[in-house]
């Protein structure tokens, strides 16, 4: 039924899988599980999504953005390696663009249901109605009371429409992922894993019986998910919600499970990844404080010492938000603490 497919060697293996499938086409990574992967027009620059063998077709697992070259990439792969093949329902694991982009047109198109986790699907629903239209001001004062000029504050403000461009919409009803049930496809009982940190609550499927793991952005490969506090929860703790996941995902997924990921290549050593993020936002940490020792320092002042690469406005605004929730930790585990003069805040250690 299934065209053009790439079939790994069996047993199960991440060794194996050293290459990506070509856009539109796809790797058969496990029986009746199909990898594929899609450009992206960021610095990341691509995005893998899964096809996962049901009882009347496939369930896919995320879609790409929304733009014109991925609907024509999804055209020719219907056309071609996936020719007969019929989608059964559309999972989605998290509301970023590159993952919900083109969640609408999906199930329209293949008049399929939607599973997400209900805080999921809830926040792509509100960012959808483009809340930062009518409240600019909102996004701009989050950013320069943390000490962004005026100028950023506009151009990283301004980039929340950007995010309507990449999403074709959510359907009215959808399906709620709910980890005391788990999920079914076909034969399959999967595992659903929920946690936080990149996302409000981000969606993973376990595979128990076949050892394998779809981590979507929780795990990569080689780079650190990016762990952010945004202007609608200004005090919230990411990183300690994204290490606490982390730390779940150690106790339920064997340290040898296969994980499939939303970017890059597969893993063989969940935890072993696992261990290295949580090691590395570790010594994030440190440095912030080390960075604000000699004198108080915004997060905007921080965010060039962390990042000492050259940071575009789309960079900035990850950066930015990355640095802030290292602050947010440290302020938490008391410590850092805020110092605010003339509504600007700053931090310095306690």
Same mark, same amino acid.
Request: hydrophobic residues 40%.
């Given at each position: 039924m299934v065209h053009a497919i790439k079939t790994t060697p069996a047993p199960l293996s991440a060794a194996a899988l050293t290459e990506p499938p070509a856009p539109g086409e796809t790797i058969e990574v496990a029986p009746g599980v199909l990898w594929m992967r899609f450009p992206l027009p960021f610095q990341l620059d691509h995005v893998n999504l899964y096809l996962i063998e049901d009882d009347d077709g496939f369930a896919l697992l995320d879609t790409g953005i929304c733009d014109d070259r991925t609907k024509e990439i999804w055209d020719h792969a219907f056309q071609n390696a996936l020719k007969g093949i019929r989608l059964s329902r559309l999972i989605v694991s998290h509301h970023h663009p590159d993952h919900i982009g083109l969640a609408g047109w999906m199930t329209e198109r293949f008049g399929i249901p939607l599973h997400m986790t209900l805080t999921e699907y809830l926040m792509g629903s509100y960012l959808g109605l483009g809340p930062f239209a009518e409240k600019g001001h909102f996004y701009s004062d989050f950013y320069l009371k943390h000490g962004a000029t /005026?100028? *950023? /504050?506009? +151009? +990283? /403000? $301004?980039? $929340? =429409?950007?995010? =309507? *461009?990449m999403v074709s919409g959510l359907p009215d009803d959808f399906i709620a992922l709910d980890p005391s049930q788990g999920l079914t496809l076909g034969g399959r009982k999967f595992e659903v894993l929920t946690g936080g940190g990149h996302s409000v609550d981000q969606a993973m499927l376990y595979c128990r019986d076949e050892n394998f793991f779809m981590a979507s952005d929780q795990i990569i490969e080689r780079i650190s998910p990016n762990v952010s506090v945004h202007a609608m929860e200004p005090h919230s703790d990411p990183l300690g919600a994204f290490v606490r996941s982390l730390n779940q995902i150690k106790r339920v997924v064997p340290a040898d499970a296969v994980t499939f990921s939303g970017h890059r290549l597969p893993i063989a050593a969940p935890h072993v990844r696992a261990d290295e993020l949580i090691a590395h936002h570790d010594e994030r940490l440190d440095k912030v404080v080390e960075i604000v020792s000699p004198s108080p320092l915004t997060t905007a002042e921080i965010t060039p010492l962390l990042f000492h690469r050259q940071l575009d406005p789309h960079q900035f605004s990850f950066a930015f938000s990355e640095a802030l929730a290292h602050v947010n930790r440290l302020v938490e585990d008391g410590r850092l603490e805020? =110092? +605010?003069d003339d509504g600007i805040h700053r931090v310095r250690p306690t």
């Amino acid at each position: 039924m299934v065209h053009a497919i790439k079939t790994t060697p069996a047993p199960l293996s991440a060794a194996a899988l050293t290459e990506p499938p070509a856009p539109g086409e796809t790797i058969e990574v496990a029986p009746g599980v199909l990898w594929m992967r899609f450009p992206l027009p960021f610095q990341l620059d691509h995005v893998n999504l899964y096809l996962i063998e049901d009882d009347d077709g496939f369930a896919l697992l995320d879609t790409g953005i929304c733009d014109d070259r991925t609907k024509e990439i999804w055209d020719h792969a219907f056309q071609n390696a996936l020719k007969g093949i019929r989608l059964s329902r559309l999972i989605v694991s998290h509301h970023h663009p590159d993952h919900i982009g083109l969640a609408g047109w999906m199930t329209e198109r293949f008049g399929i249901p939607l599973h997400m986790t209900l805080t999921e699907y809830l926040m792509g629903s509100y960012l959808g109605l483009g809340p930062f239209a009518e409240k600019g001001h909102f996004y701009s004062d989050f950013y320069l009371k943390h000490g962004a000029t /005026a100028e *950023q /504050a506009k +151009v +990283v /403000a $301004g980039r $929340g =429409l950007h995010y =309507l *461009q990449m999403v074709s919409g959510l359907p009215d009803d959808f399906i709620a992922l709910d980890p005391s049930q788990g999920l079914t496809l076909g034969g399959r009982k999967f595992e659903v894993l929920t946690g936080g940190g990149h996302s409000v609550d981000q969606a993973m499927l376990y595979c128990r019986d076949e050892n394998f793991f779809m981590a979507s952005d929780q795990i990569i490969e080689r780079i650190s998910p990016n762990v952010s506090v945004h202007a609608m929860e200004p005090h919230s703790d990411p990183l300690g919600a994204f290490v606490r996941s982390l730390n779940q995902i150690k106790r339920v997924v064997p340290a040898d499970a296969v994980t499939f990921s939303g970017h890059r290549l597969p893993i063989a050593a969940p935890h072993v990844r696992a261990d290295e993020l949580i090691a590395h936002h570790d010594e994030r940490l440190d440095k912030v404080v080390e960075i604000v020792s000699p004198s108080p320092l915004t997060t905007a002042e921080i965010t060039p010492l962390l990042f000492h690469r050259q940071l575009d406005p789309h960079q900035f605004s990850f950066a930015f938000s990355e640095a802030l929730a290292h602050v947010n930790r440290l302020v938490e585990d008391g410590r850092l603490e805020w =110092l +605010v003069d003339d509504g600007i805040h700053r931090v310095r250690p306690t």
